[in-house]
T-cell receptor
Framework: EDKVVQSPLSLVVHEGDTVTLNCSYE??????LLWYKQEKKAPTFLFMLTSSGIEKKSGRLSSILDKKELFSILNITATQTGDSAIYLCAVENAGNMLTFGGGTRLMVKP | GAVVSQHPSWVICKSGTSVKIECRSLDFQATTMFWYRQFPKQSLMLMATSNEGSKATYEQGVEKDKFLINHASLTLSTLTVTSAHPEDSSFYICSARDVQGVENYGYTFGSGTRLTVV
């Protein structure tokens, strides 16, 4: 059974701080790892990672995958209150099935 | 970019009635769509995989007769909650992947449907 574990469960920081969110996984026939941001409604796509060691970057957000150690991190630098959300990590297997982690709830205080 | 439209956004229904939720891929074809359920402060739990032209594949513990899924075309999947009960109240989200699109789109989610059964 595919399994995704995210840590920490929740995080409270102040604006300007840098945060690192963790995602570890066990999956049969790994295809990709995805990061999503969920605010009030449906998750919005952040990154899809398929190869180890290649950092993906979008503004203040970046992510990297380690397929040997089976984990990924999501970094957010210079956090803003608008970054407050639940961040979800999911792994996709060869059968196109997604398994989600429990999410990390991030709160950024002014 | 790939867009998935989900309707309705929210619905309130009486116990015992049925509710249909639609999920449409607007600018791409999706042979497979996924239905998730999300309880408050919890992550997304996959309910079933909807396959165009064939029967849906349900996850363990999900009642097939209660959550009817129909994927009649390459752009539309529907989830019908039959004989709804208050415990069915939840946030339901569909997703699809534009396999012919650029890699960065990954899976696209609908906006979700908040179901409240009274």
């Amino acid at each position: 059974e595919d399994k995704v574990v995210q840590s920490p469960l929740s995080l409270v920081v102040h604006e300007g701080d840098t945060v690192t969110l963790n995602c570890s996984y066990e999956v049969t026939n790994f295809r990709s790892l995805l990061w999503y941001k969920q605010e009030k409604k449906a998750p919005t796509f952040l990154f899809m990672l398929t190869s180890s060691g290649i950092e993906k970057k979008s503004g203040r957000l970046s992510s990297i995958l380690d397929k040997k150690e089976l984990f990924s991190i999501l970094n957010i630098t210079a956090t803003q209150t608008g970054d407050s959300a639940i961040y979800l990590c999911a792994v996709e297997n060869a059968g196109n099935m997604l398994t989600f982690g429990g999410g990390t709830r991030l709160m950024v205080k002014p | 970019g790939a867009v998935v439209s989900q309707h309705p956004s929210w619905v309130i229904c009486k116990s015992g009635t049925s509710v249909k939720i639609e999920c449409r891929s607007l600018d791409f074809q999706a042979t497979t769509m996924f239905w998730y359920r999300q309880f408050p402060k919890q992550s997304l739990m996959l309910m079933a995989t909807s396959n165009e032209g064939s029967k849906a594949t349900y996850e363990q513990g999900v009642e097939k007769d209660k959550f009817l899924i129909n994927h009649a075309s390459l752009t539309l999947s529907t989830l019908t909650v039959t004989s709804a009960h208050p415990e069915d109240s939840s946030f339901y989200i569909c997703s699809a992947r534009d396999v012919q699109g650029v890699e960065n789109y990954g899976y696209t989610f609908g906006s979700g449907t908040r179901l409240t059964v009274v």
